[in-house]
């Protein structure tokens, strides 16, 4: 019964790394800004303007920025699940300021994700493809505060 809440703390870690394994990260995101902000928007036909990269910010309330990747997702992943987990800061106290942000996949929206809801599952047929049929995972991404901490990976498990 000894030292209970720090054996169990062990434990967590332990079986943390198991979580998510052979992960491939993404350090980088092509980047839009989109300066209109208009609800129900789709992924834009242009060229990206810059580049994110993990752990740099952008600033602003209310700015509304296009993100895209091209992703490699290994064939030997086939069989297994395979989801893409996209950590894009914290989210304030009451839930109303953060991040908000939808997922395109194959040039359709594909699912919501905010801090509270950061993993994606992949469509089972994503293994061995690179992107999406042709089209590269877009996220558009809100941010309702001033800061964002900017992250996201490829998993299987």
Known sequence: MFFTESKLEARLRELSETRYRDAVPMERFSATEDEDGAIGARPPVTLP??????????????????????????KEW??????????????????????ESLLYWNGSPFQGLDSNHQEVFLPEEAAGTRGADGYPPVVRARRRRETAREEAYGESR
């Open 78 to 99: 086939a069989d297994k699940t395979i989801l893409g987990r996209f950590d894009f800061g914290e989210t304030g106290g009451g839930n109303n300021d953060g991040f």
């Open 49 to 74: 303007t810059f580049e994110l990269k993990t752990g740099e910010t952008w600033k602003g309330r209310d700015r509304y920025v296009w993100l895209s990747r091209t992703i490699d997702i290994p």
